[in-house]
């Protein structure tokens, strides 16, 4: 294969994957509004803010518990010679399912971690043996996505999980309100590893002939170590802040952060979209040397992502009373949270497809700025809320300091990884061009004449023009030839060639 071949297999690689998974985020982005209007409406902002607290620590959990397996584990399958890959991927499940059982132990020892702010009732106790379905979940869908199987991540994660629990979260209300909708999250898990494991053993086969080898998972969970605290990390600046609503408010203020934050993360899945293709592109080239190869990696999906988010953010957020009142007339208030937290997933957009790379090259230095990006972001968010409390402001105002504090932190990060990587790779990494500009123009203007009508029709008709104008403008202004490979897919195209 050419270099120039190459080039163009991997792009189309990397389109194909991100087709693929886009579908996905619209399929997520269907079930997860269903949610949070059964939530809202039904359960409430306190049932909700509870919820939304305990789960936090469970999925921080299931973050350390994986290892950094989820962009690790491609890193080890490319390098395996000597065992087959099958044994590799259950090596991976164990050291997973030991830090698992780690982590579960801990917290059923220690409940009152998960449910800080209210009693214990019921199952509760039980809830962190999720951890184990979480772990085991991503290590299945890293291994599928090594063969570039993607479409297993986007039934699992788009189709299975949120699904479930929107249709469990309406059953279980009947059942109980106060325990409803855990009892749907915990559901939701054991739905989408069913749909992790099973395509997994279709494509890599039982481990046959397979022993564990606990020196080598010794070792593998310490090389891992920097890739599990990144990825921690990473999972950290999008869930601290509210961490931190719930040590200064009450869990119904948590509640209404928390849908704004579900809202706002909604852009961040067009990133995590490219995630199970871009990981296994980027160990390829730098595998084979070709530097040059990665930097247009980096720069050709992270125009894609910032171009794809920042549209969804103008959609989002300027309709923004609207789209939050859908799930209750009492969470309008968090409207300003929504903006602020849509600003930061644009902004992150350079930072994360930055650190895709930087965590096989120079993982020790991605992990500093992380840290740093993290330091900031605590230290500005308890800065802002003891500022906006001396000055007397309300609290749903208070509430949005650390909305406020998470674009800041994550400009700084952008701007020192994609530094960082350029210098590492000798080539420029920055996908931003001045298109950007003028297509957020249009949508605002289209937006604006969208808040001056009622808001049914704001959401029915303003929210689409938002993203029609916003687009029309990046397609003629923005996306060059090559861009619009991601929207090209011709009959019969044959998959990109593993090199």
Known sequence: MTEAGAANSDIAELAKGGRTNMFGFVLRLAARIPFLFIAGRLYGPDALGRFAYAILVIEFAAQLATLGLKRGLAQQLSAAEDRPHVCVVWDGLLVAGFASAIAVAILMAVPQLMFPNSGLNGLDRLLPLVIVA?????????????????????????????????????????????????????????????????????????????????????????????????????????????????????????????????????????????????????????????????????????FWIIAAQAGIALALSIPGEAVMGLAGPQFVSGTGALAFLMIAEVVAATAVVSESALVYVARHRNLMISLATIAIQIALSFALILTFRAAGLPVNVQAVGPAIALPLALGFAAVMKARLLSKLLDAPVSPWRWALVWAVAAGTVVGWIATQVPEWL??????????????????????????????????????????
Do not use: C
């Open 134 to 302: 979480l772990a085991w979940s991503d290590v299945s869908l890293a291994a599928l996505a090594y063969r570039h199987n993607v479409a297993a991540t986007v039934r699992a994660r788009a189709v299975i999980e949120p699904w479930t629990i929107s249709i469990a979260a309406g059953a279980l209300y009947f059942y109980s309100t106060r325990d409803g909708l855990i009892l749907s999250y915990v559901l939701s898990l054991i739905a989408a590893l069913i749909a992790s494991i099973v395509p997994l053993v279709r494509s890599y086969g039982w481990p046959r002939g397979w022993s564990p080898r606990p020196v080598a998972l010794f070792t593998l969970a310490r090389r891992n170590a920097p890739l599990a605290a990144a990825d921690a990390i990473e999972w950290a600046t999008r869930n601290v802040d509210r961490a931190i609503i719930g040590l200064f408010f009450s869990p119904s203020i948590v509640g209404i952060y928390w849908v704004a934050q579900q809202i706002a993360t909604l852009p961040q899945k067009l990133k995590t979209s490219f995630d199970p293709i871009l990981g296994p592109v980027i160990t390829q080239s730098l595998a084979e040397g070709d530097k040059a190869a990665v930097a247009a990696q980096v720069r050709q999906v992270g």
């Open 458 to 499: 704001e959401l029915i008709v303003g929210l689409p023009a938002i993203l029609l104008s916003y687009g029309a403008v990046i397609w003629m202004k923005g996306f060059t030839r090559e861009d619009r490979v991601l929207f090209r897919k011709k009959s019969g195209e044959p998959a990109a060639q593993a090199r």
